[in-house]
């Protein structure tokens, strides 16, 4: 395919046979398979294929079990919106994403929640065995000094609003990064040390060079990697190869992206957001084409809408 823009893709898959047929080569290869029973078997339908083995022997289609379930929606639609929402560094909003191929809102904010869901590290893999691996904290959500008048903290600090509904702090999101690797994130309830700690345990092994600022927080890391840290109190942000600048840069993206694309985004659904920043930079240097076919081979993640919202179609 060697596909460079979404005019090359679209002009690729010139219609819909070709698109699912291309789909079926990546899922299945020559064999079809069963998603139900596993089963290699099936014989074709009108409408899809259906499973031979007789304690199975249910329909189904290439669309069964992904991403794609129970979507009307062209596989050319869904390989643009794909391609918009992979290649554009800071991401696509679902009110953009409409435009765009032509569907309503709400039907592109599902979409995008599946990509997302598809966008999902199935296996992720311990950094810090390459390189050196840098850990921070940030946090998502307006400036207190930004938000409307009856939203800021009151004068004792209560977090309340005026109508005494519960004020929204800032989200913590929690963040390791591999120079010239990967990176991890995390939403967490508090940038707590427990939080941290446990965070970094899971994703870096110990021993591993690890670089943070001066917060308190990561003061017992010492005992288990080569821990260094760098004083932005001071203005001291590089001292020789111990700084945060890597996993900075990151943040700067994150932000410019939730802020500036997306504006505002829940507690419930952070973390998939996440998932989407975190997929486009570990796979930044894959081509175009590698990156979608990459994507593709990971979305056997079906979606619904009522595990996504809480509440029926």
Not at 187 to 195: D, L
Request: aromatic content about 12%; hydrophobic content about 35%.
């Amino acid at each position: 395919m060697n596909f460079k823009s979404i005019v090359d893709l679209l002009t690729y898959f010139s219609d819909e046979t070709k698109a699912v047929e291309y789909y079926e080569n990546i899922r299945w290869g020559d064999e079809p398979a069963c998603p139900h029973c596993g089963s290699v078997k099936p014989y074709k339908t009108n409408r899809g294929y259906k499973c031979r083995e007789k304690e199975c022997h249910k329909k189904f289609t290439v669309r069964t079990g992904t991403i794609f379930e129970n979507s009307k929606i062209p596989f050319r639609v869904w390989f643009a919106a794909i391609y918009l929402a992979t290649s554009s560094s800071k991401g696509v909003s679902s009110v953009q994403l409409a435009r765009q191929v032509g569907v309503t809102q709400k039907t592109a904010w599902f979409v995008l929640h599946r990509i997302r869901e598809m966008l999902k590290d199935k296996a992720p893999t311990m950094l810090g065995e390459k390189s050196a691996v840098e850990a921070d904290e940030a946090y998502i959500g307006q400036k207190d000094q930004n938000k409307h008048f009856n939203k800021r903290r009151s004068a004792d600090n209560k977090l309340l609003t005026n109508d005494g509904s519960p004020y929204k702090d800032k989200r913590a999101v929690l963040g390791v990064i591999e120079r010239n690797g990967k990176v991890v994130l995390k939403h967490v309830p508090n940038a707590t040390k427990e939080n941290m700690v446990a965070f970094i345990e899971k994703h870096v092994p110990k021993g591993s060079k690890l670089y943070t600022d001066e917060f308190r927080g990561y003061a017992s890391l010492g005992r288990t990697y080569d821990h260094a840290t760098v004083k932005h109190a001071l203005n001291v942000y590089v001292a020789g190869d111990v700084h945060t600048n890597t996993i900075e840069n990151f943040w700067s993206i994150l932000k410019r992206g939730l802020y500036g694309i997306y504006h505002s985004v829940s507690d419930k659904h952070l973390e998939r957001y996440l998932d989407e920043f975190a997929a486009r930079f570990n796979n930044r240097l894959l081509g175009e084409e590698g990156k979608f076919v990459k994507f593709l081979e990971d979305s056997e993640s079906p979606l619904s809408y009522k595990r996504l919202t809480g509440r029926p179609v």
